[in-house]
DNA sequence: CATTGCTCCGCAACCGATTGCGTTTTTTAA
DNA sequence: TTAAAAAACGCAATCGGTTGCGGAGCAATG
């Protein structure tokens, strides 16, 4: 437990003031170059670290980017997060992650804290249950820059990153329906988010271009988990009218739904059609590997930090765009392919 | 862009002093109820945040948990993270979070960011490459705990968090021979790392148990990704004397060693028994349903951020315990299970 | 009434780096 | 040789809370 040095140890030791230090450790032009190798010579010699939080203190910024996340275990997130990562880290930022559980209570607490220590930018993916936008107006009113991606608000003309997910829904369900499908279900999460909300309309929108009628019990929400996807099995198995086309708003719930119908003695993808959504990587070892789009995660991620960053930096505005929607296709995979 | 209002603002309007604003705020118990009273509601009024990195600079603490990891895009790790990101949370801890990319020029200078960014503990989890215990000796230098967990160093005191990685290997490759399979292959990640290398030795302990004999053509030394997977199936398909059982170190690049297998006719578990490691959603979905080990990555994460904020708060110290061996256990299933 | 003991609050010195402005020294121009 | 400009560095204020110590006010005790 050593005392920390600071620069005024180094100034002493080299008979020069605390200002010279400092300017010399980050390299100001007006310090001698000799002075400057003395200085962080000395400085390496001594184990002196820098001290963050005055630093901070006197020039009002942290590099640091905060994120909240509804959760961080799942495949989509941590991809996200691992190319946000490395982009601010090579950036000299540091990022401080947060868990919403998909709770708004929960988020509003993380933006509070994310707020007290003044993130430099915040970027966040909303919670299930997230109506107002007031915790995030604070930010926008110190001119503390937030970008939402994937779960975003629906109107508004906040900063988003997003995919097309009514294109998308759109095309997995017409490309149900191409296959055959007469009855096509739709297992979705919480429609209070644009996610959800845009991939119902976009299933419902394929749904009328194919004349295919659709009624309430074709809608299926719930929370996406694996255990949703085996619930989600039992009450397709109790509908008097199945579908024979599902169509599920993630993979992992797909891939277990998929495995309980399969015990049950149902063909895949004959008997029905499945198809889900993020190419996690179990779509690609469920048997058969299931129809998805290819949700660009990683993209996505560095898209944010990448954004956020220049922001800050000065190099381009947030404000000059509001939304950038990113590519994203339809993977037809066995699960739904009956035609060869 | 307003102006940050701070506690002396909040003093002067209240007509007290800036000492009398910090106690209340922070509930002191020398003030006042009333007094507390006022401040509380004036701050609120004014919009007032507290500054952390004053309060940072002035308590030389952070409330600020630095964590590193090879990567945060496995289900493992999410999930570890997901673990501790709660308890720090509900702590008052916050965490910053940094991938090495498995590299150990990178875990460098991770270790030096959180290092000046002077975190008040610090949780690692090594890259493949890590040989030297120095960038987190200045840690226990300046009397911050750094604690493991998975990836430790072999020997030495350090505070770490672990599984029984060589009884695990053994039990399931006991398990394997036990269901009759007499040439079993290891798949694993970089023998350096504590995790793969306790594995194979379990391996071989149990099949010299078994009088099985090994052969260097039965090690296969991958970075266990998806890929690695495919790619070792190819290389067992043109081994002139095929295995006749895999043990792979992890779940992902079983799914997909499995996979390709299958689709080149093997028989599992009948000609190929398979097993994997860490429980991932993917064993459980793969077909046929992967044996594996239950790796407790919630309860380990938990465990390390308990545990460290323990000590931090000096419930516990780090310093008297240096092991913690967590319960983890075979679950068979039927990729490995020929008798029933 | 004097003394003791609380309760409640203010003073002022930190924590460590940054930076505008001024001063000294050196270099260049006239 | 001297004035002007540039280079190099120091002074001291500042960022915003925190906290040891001391003091005022007031009630309780003897």
């Known amino acids: 437990m050593a005392k920390e040095i600071t620069i005024y140890d180094i100034a002493k030791e080299l ?12 390299d100001h032009r007006a310090i001698n170059a000799n002075t400057k190798r003395r200085v962080i010579t000395k400085a390496e010699e001594m184990g002196y670290r820098s001290n963050q939080f005055a630093s901070n203190l006197r020039r009002r910024k942290t590099n640091t980017l905060g994120v909240i996340v509804p959760r ?17 880290s090579d950036a000299g930022y540091n990022i401080i992650i947060s868990q919403s559980m998909e709770s708004g209570a929960k988020e509003i607490m993380n933006a509070k804290t994310m707020f007290e220590n003044r993130v430099d930018g915040l970027i966040v993916s909303l919670a299930y249950d997230t109506d107002s936008f007031e915790h995030f107006e604070k930010f926008a009113g110190k001119g503390i820059p937030v970008i939402f991606f994937d779960r975003v608000f629906d109107g508004g003309d906040i900063a988003s990153i997003v995919i097309d997910n009514f294109r998308n829904a759109c095309d997995i369900t017409k490309h149900l329906a ?3 499908c007469r009855r096509i279900m739709h297992i979705t999460g919480n429609l209070k988010r644009n996610v959800y909300s845009e991939r119902f309309n976009g299933y419902k929108q394929a749904l009328a271009e194919a004349g295919l009628p659709w009624t309430n019990d074709l809608l299926l929400e719930t929370d996406l988990s694996e255990k949703a996807g085996a619930d989600a099995a039992e009450k397709i198995m109790a509908m008097p009218q199945k579908p024979d086309g599902i169509f599920v708003a993630n993979d992992i719930c797909a891939a277990t739904c998929m495995h309980v119908l399969q015990q049950n003695g149902f063909l895949i993808p004959n008997d029905m059609a499945v198809a889900g959504f993020n190419n996690d ?3 690609r070892i469920a048997e058969p590997n299931i129809t998805t789009i290819n949700y660009p995660a990683h993209q996505m991620g ?32 066995a699960s739904s392919l009956r035609k060869k």
Chains 1, 2 share one sequence.
């Not at 008979?15 to 980050?26: D, F, G, I, K």
């Not at 961080?72 to 601010?88: D, G, P, R, W």
């Not at 000065?314 to 995979?333: D, P, Q, V, Y």
């Open 72 to 88: 961080l275990n799942s495949h989509f997130v941590s991809t996200a997060l691992a190319a946000m990562e490395k982009i601010a």
């Open 281 to 283: 990587p179990v779509s």
């Open 15 to 26: 008979s020069v003031s605390a200002a010279t230090v400092s300017r010399a450790l980050q």
């Open 178 to 180: 191409e296959q055959g």
């Open 302 to 333: 560095e898209l944010a930090a990448t954004y956020m960053i220049n922001h800050l930096t000065g190099a381009a505005s947030i404000h000059t765009t509001n939304k950038i929607i990113l590519k994203s296709e339809l993977l037809i995979r």
